[in-house]
Structure formats: C-alpha cells, structure tokens
C-alpha cells in the first residue's frame, strides 16, 4: 500500500525549535517530489514547498521562504519540516503529499494524516 | 503568485443535485490544475488532475473540465458522502497555489 505517515502531534514554546516527519512506504520514495501544505483548522490549504527526495531539489514558496527548511532522509524514505524558532502563528495542521507522477504538475495523490502543532507559552 | 478564485465559497444542496464549482486562475495556468475534497476532519483526497482526467478510484459523477484560467468541478447526483469543501490548485508554475475553497453542504 501506498502510504505516507507523519509524526504525532507537537506541543511547543514560542522561540523553541522542532522538526516534524513523513515517512514514505510502498513506492519509490526518490521518485516523487513530496510537498508540505500548512492549515490553520477552519481555513484553506497553503502550499508551503516541495523536495524532490532522488536529489534534494527543494522550491519554497516566498510565503514560507526562510521561515522552514525542508529536507529528507533517503535512507528511511522520509522527508522533514523543520522550524529553528517557532512562533504562535505557526500553529496549525501540516500535511504532506505525494506529487502525481514524476514532476509536480498533475497534483497530489497521496497525503499523509497530518501533524497537528501547537506552539504556545 | 498565481491566484485562484473559487466560486461559490459555499452552496447547500440536496441529494441527487448537479453541484457546480468554479476556480477562476489570474493567469493562464495552461490545463494544469488539480480538484480536491477535503471531509471535515480528513486530509484532502485528489479528485481531478489535469483539469479533466478522474484520479483512480473516484466515482464518475465527479468531473472536471477548463483550460487556461477558467474551470469548473461537477459533481452529479449529489451523495450524502459528498458533504465536503473542495479546492482547486494549480500546477502550473512555483509557487504553487490552492483556490479558497468551496464548502458544499447537504439540504
């Protein structure tokens, strides 16, 4: 089966730093860009950025440009969303998705069940 | 930034309607956008790609169809499952962008 699993839930600090996960299985990992979508609960879907795992191309949109970094581990099939300091604004759902096909045009087809951050004093 | 601008933000329809959303792209994004469904509580679940192609698995009363800044997404006889908000996205060019929604509610 194709799949993509997240971590749990964060819980956070203001100013404190965290690194969430989606682990792919079922397919070839380094053969799908995988995309990161931010939703704050009650609003729509933000496109954060994507990563091609086979060779770490990585695009970010300017919205969310030097806020996080992503990355991936090609060793465990997993891709990363990383803040070095967080704020209460960064609370929301952050969900990855696999990109049909092997380029990013044809939308996403397989999401992972979101991780839920909370980032409060 | 390409924006997409849905319409309606929310229709209430009954069971075995046509439902009929727009997305309204600012440029031309060629034939690349994609619909969603989103149930509450659930991650998103791709609908359409390519405009018009129906992602395996999708019922057939789901279709797309558009090109260049106008789309539409129809869903015929409306199914208590369909109780959802869509989105589009485009797939054009980085960044890449969701419309704001539809929320589609059953009468």
């Known amino acids: 089966e194709v799949q993509l699993v997240q971590s749990g839930a964060e819980v956070k600090k203001p100013g404190e730093s965290l690194k969430i996960s989606c682990q792919g299985s079922?397919?070839?990992?380094?053969?799908?860009?995988i995309a990161w979508v931010r939703q704050v609960p009650g609003k729509g879907l933000e496109w954060m950025g994507i990563?091609?795992?086979?060779?770490?191309?990585?695009r970010y949109s300017p919205s969310f440009q030097g806020q996080v970094i992503i990355s991936v581990d090609r060793s465990t099939n997993t891709a990363f969303l990383q803040w070095t300091s967080l704020d209460a604004s960064d609370s929301a759902i952050y969900l990855c998705?696999?990109?049909?096909?092997?380029?990013?045009?044809?939308?996403?087809?397989?999401w992972g069940q979101g991780t839920t951050v909370t980032v409060s004093s | 930034d390409i924006q997409l601008t849905q319409s309606p933000s929310s229709v209430s329809a009954s069971i075995g309607d046509i439902v009929t959303v727009t997305c309204r792209a600012s440029?031309?994004?060629?034939?690349?956008i994609a619909w969603y469904q989103q149930r509450p509580g659930r991650a998103p679940r791709l609908l359409i790609y390519?405009?018009?192609s129906l992602q395996s698995g999708v019922p057939s009363r789901f279709s797309g169809r558009g090109s260049g800044t106008d789309f539409t997404l129809t869903i015929t006889n409306l199914q208590p499952e369909d109780l959802a908000t869509y989105y589009c996205?485009?797939?054009?060019?980085?960044?890449?962008?969701f419309g704001g929604g539809t929320k589609v509610e059953i009468q």
């Open positions: 998705a696999r990109y049909r096909g092997m380029n990013h045009n044809h939308g996403m087809d397989v």
């Open positions: 079922g397919y070839s990992f380094l053969a799908y860009w």
């Open positions: 990563i091609f795992p086979g060779d770490s191309d990585t």
């Open positions: 440029q031309s994004v060629s034939q690349w």
């Open positions: 390519d405009a018009s």
């Open positions: 996205q485009q797939g054009n060019s980085f960044p890449a962008t």
